[in-house]
């Protein structure tokens, strides 16, 4: 069975510090990892990344995946209040697209 | 483009009663994928559907769930006889057709069963 374990499960940082959350996984069929931010609604796709695809960067936002290791990490730098949120870690396992996710990590920015 | 709409956002059921979530998944996406949301629990996949298929329900439990993706109208997933441990939050995603491993996702349905 797919497994996806993020840590830590919580948080609290002071605005402006940089966080960096953490994923490992085990999957039968690695095709690609998702990371995505989940508020008090949708959970908000961030990024993909796949064997042809392993670091990204959006702004304050950036992930590598270290597919030797099976981990992947999301830094988030000069934390704003605006990032607290549930950070949710997602395998695409190969087959028919179904995504197994982490429990997330609950990140709380404080002013 | 709106983006994936699910209704309604809350849904109070007695248990023995039936649920019905819809979907209506982004424009131009024919792939929708359900997920459910247990407290302190990651997002578990139950279904995968296209239009007029289901590709994947292996994450279904086998009795009084059911899921559809018409070929005009949302998904819907239906729950039958409820139970106090259906209680949760429902989450729908889409993709577009060759791109299944970017899900977009709704804001949820969030079942409460009394």
């Known amino acids: 069975e797919d497994k996806v374990v993020q840590s830590p499960l919580s948080l609290v940082v002071h605005e402006g510090d940089t966080v960096t959350l953490n994923c490992s996984y085990e999957?039968?069929?690695?095709?690609?990892l998702l990371w995505y931010k989940q508020e008090k609604k949708a959970p908000t796709f961030l990024f993909m990344l796949?064997?042809?695809?392993i670091e990204k960067k959006s702004g304050r936002l950036s992930s590598i995946l270290d597919k030797k290791e099976l981990f992947s990490i999301l830094n988030i730098t000069a934390t704003q209040t605006g990032d607290s949120a549930i950070y949710l870690c997602?395998?695409?396992?190969?087959?028919?697209?179904?995504?197994?996710f982490g429990k997330g990590t609950k990140l709380s920015v404080i002013p | 483009n709106a983006g994936v709409m699910q209704n309604p956002r809350h849904l109070v059921r007695r248990r023995g009663q039936e649920a019905r979530l819809r979907c209506s998944p982004m424009?131009?996406?024919?792939?929708v994928y359900w997920y459910r949301q247990l407290p302190e629990e990651g997002l578990k996949f139950m279904v995968y559907?296209?239009?007029?298929?289901?590709?994947?329900e292996s994450g279904m439990p086998k009795e009084r769930f059911s899921a559809e993706f018409p070929k005009e109208g949302p998904s819907i997933l239906r729950i039958q006889q409820v139970v106090r441990g259906d209680s949760a939050a429902y989450f729908c995603?889409?993709?577009?057709?060759?791109?299944?491993?970017?899900?977009?996702f709704g804001a949820g349905t969030r079942l409460s069963v009394l």
């Open positions: 995603a889409s993709s577009p057709p060759g791109q299944g491993n970017i899900q977009y």
């Open positions: 999957v039968t069929n690695f095709r690609s």
């Open positions: 796949t064997s042809s695809g």
């Open positions: 997602a395998v695409d396992g190969g087959g028919s697209y179904q995504l197994t």
């Open positions: 424009k131009g996406h024919s792939h």
């Open positions: 559907l296209q239009k007029e298929n289901i590709i994947d």
